[in-house]
Nanobody
């Protein structure tokens, strides 16, 4: 069993910043991709940012230049620094991690419970 716990969401004014974090715990042999997705009411879930070992991060066009994803492999934690926030960034943000729980097993997708980000105009 693997658990992902997000934190850092909240209410912020347009132009402000938030820093999300997601800690992965439980049975972990290795972690490949880690990322953030978001879903606004009435809209489909979309990729915000994703990072894998040995590659540069990928970002949605709507957040390029404003958001930065990073990870601390020693702490099994991924972060999302969000700057210059806009009202259209309002959504529930979900942490994602592809985790191999034990040697010889397979990578499986794992999701956090989500954290609400609300940007007021």
């Amino acid at each position: 069993q693997v658990q992902l716990v997000e934190s850092g969401g909240g209410l912020v004014q347009a132009g402000g910043s938030l820093r999300l974090s997601c800690a992965v715990s439980g049975s972990i042999f290795s972690i490949n991709a880690m990322g953030w997705y978001r879903q606004a009411p009435g809209k489909q879930r979309e990729l915000v940012a994703v990072t894998s070992s040995g590659s540069t991060p990928n970002y949605a066009n709507s957040v390029k230049g404003r958001f930065t994803i990073s990870r601390d492999n020693y702490k099994n934690t991924v972060y999302l620094q969000m700057n210059s926030l806009k009202p259209e960034d309002t959504a529930v943000y979900y942490c994602y991690a592809a985790v191999m729980p034990s040697r010889g097993s397979y990578y499986s997708p794992n999701w956090g419970q989500g954290t609400q980000v609300t940007v007021s105009s």
